[in-house]
């Protein structure tokens, strides 16, 4: 298998469905990936829209998967939650949550699943400290938070980052790379490059 040599990171808000997805896909093609939410906390579907499971980031999937097991195992199953969860317990430990991943290193290449969420990464990198002035690119690929575009999502992150770790220098080809995903594709994408 060809060694990949870009670090990327999928970020969407707070239920780990779409950044778990794409990472997991990644994952099985070797690709050095990571993967976090934006949110206070974890948030999965409940029994209504008024009552989500709401778990602290650093929660391990399993504790989440037997949860809501006892709590309705056929309502879990049923709305795809328990496959989701069974899916993220495969990839990793635990939901990490952006804002405190500084201690996970860089990446050179973020990508996130809806438009707040770039917003809220590009603000973040922003903020920080740029003592290394090394760049990272940040693109939205603007996926719906369900189980079948999540999938969706996670294949068109793939073609992406594949595109970008056979480039010899993204910094030299993005708009390029951007524009032909985009009408191969017909998903517009949001990017920018910020710094570490």
Known sequence: MKEMKLRYAMVCSSNQNRSMEAHAVLKREGFDVASYGTGQHVKLPGPSVREPNVYDFGTPYKHMLDDLRRKDPELYRRNGILPMLKRNVGVKTAPQRW?????????????TFEGKVFDMVVQDLHNRDHVLMKPVLVINLEVKDNHEEAAVGGRLALLLCQELDATENWEDFIDDIIINFERQHNRKLLYTISYY
């Open 99 to 111: 804002q405190e991943n500084a201690a996970d290193g860089t990446f050179d290449v973020v990508l």
